[in-house]
Nanobody
């Protein structure tokens, strides 16, 4: 079965950095578009960053210049490097995979808390 397992969340002070990782299994990873989303209570889940199977990237305006998404197809991993973190980046971050056949899969989420 498909599994996406996030790691790397935690508590960090404003201005600090975190790197989230997502380990994927059960999919043809190199064919999948991978994304990071985040959710804050009372708000809709929002796309943070996306990387296509071809390596093209897209970012939410709120994180451009601060976050960098990358993937390692050999290791079935996707990462997001988050720098210059702000309190408003506090959220549960989810890894998402969209596979060639159209299926969409989610990880369980990892909490990121940025203190001011």
């Amino acid at each position: 079965q498909v599994q996406l397992v996030e790691s790397g969340g935690g508590l960090v002070q404003a201005g600090g950095s975190l790197r989230l990782s997502c380990a994927a299994s059960g999919i043809i990873f190199s064919d999948a578009a991978m994304g990071w989303y985040r959710h804050t209570p009372g708000k809709q889940r929002e796309l943070v960053a996306l990387i296509t199977s071809g390596g093209s990237t897209n970012y939410a305006d709120s994180v451009k210049g601060r976050f960098t998404i990358s993937r390692d197809n050999a290791a079935n991993m996707v990462y997001v490097q988050m720098n210059s973190l702000k309190p408003e980046d506090t959220a549960v971050y989810y890894c998402n995979a969209v596979v060639f056949a159209g299926g969409s899969y989610w990880g369980q989420g990892t909490q990121v808390t940025v203190s001011s």
